[in-house]
């Protein structure tokens, strides 16, 4: 009986040497995923930065002060509801391009360059088409589905958040944001 005292004594403190240690890499690992956490998106707020590349290479910043309110529109080529809204976008951008920039971010995560290009190409898009290869910029924007549009003023501000709507309704939130 004595001699398993020690034994238990042993085994009691290396138990909670574990726990202990289990505890401490379970926070470390809250930690590091509350840093990596994208900043909130929301109205009157900054929204997030990032930079992306076009299908020559060029790039493309969002974030902070521009010369024009910026239409950020994410999208994928194998979404009905984009093929539905894109007409319109090539309207408005036609229309407004002096006053207004438009990107248009495919989700490329989840689609295909090929198919993107192709997409853009089928409805004559002479606006910035950028490829969110990583997703990063889709994760920072919180994302949950596409088509989703952000309207954001000349200081890098949102505006609103938009989904499709009929070309007039657009028309009208595009007139809004730069203040027609």
């Known amino acids: 009986?004595?001699?398993?005292?020690?034994?238990?004594?042993?085994?009691?403190?290396?138990?909670?040497?574990?726990?202990?240690?289990?505890?401490?890499?379970?926070?470390?690992?809250?930690?590091?995923?509350?840093?990596?956490?994208?900043?909130e998106v929301a109205i009157a707020r900054p929204v997030p930065s990032f930079v992306l590349k076009d299908s020559q290479g060029k790039e493309f910043h969002v974030g902070g002060q521009r010369d024009k309110p910026l239409m950020v529109n994410f999208w994928a080529s194998w979404c009905g509801p984009c093929h539905e809204e894109a007409p319109s976008l090539q309207q408005m951008y036609?229309?407004?391009?002096?006053?207004?920039?438009?990107?248009?971010?495919?989700?490329?995560?989840?689609?295909?360059?090929?198919?993107?290009?192709?997409?853009?190409?089928?409805?004559?898009?002479?606006?910035?088409?950028l490829f969110d290869i990583q997703g990063k910029a889709a994760d920072d924007y919180r994302l949950m589905f596409v088509p989703t549009s952000f309207l954001i003023d000349k200081n890098g501000n949102?505006?609103?958040?938009?989904?499709?709507?009929?070309?007039?309704?657009?028309?009208?939130?595009?007139?809004?944001?730069?203040?027609?």
């Open 1 to 39: 009986m004595k001699k398993t005292i020690p034994l238990m004594l042993i085994a009691v403190f290396l138990a909670t040497m574990a726990i202990l240690q289990t505890v401490k890499q379970d926070h470390a690992q809250v930690q590091m995923t509350a840093a990596k956490k994208p900043p």
């Open 94 to 129: 036609a229309k407004y391009s002096d006053r207004i920039d438009l990107y248009a971010v495919n989700v490329t995560k989840g689609d295909r360059v090929e198919n993107a290009k192709k997409f853009a190409k089928q409805y004559g898009f002479t606006f910035p088409v």
């Open 158 to 180: 949102l505006v609103e958040v938009i989904h499709v709507l009929p070309p007039e309704e657009l028309e009208k939130k595009i007139q809004r944001l730069i203040g027609a």
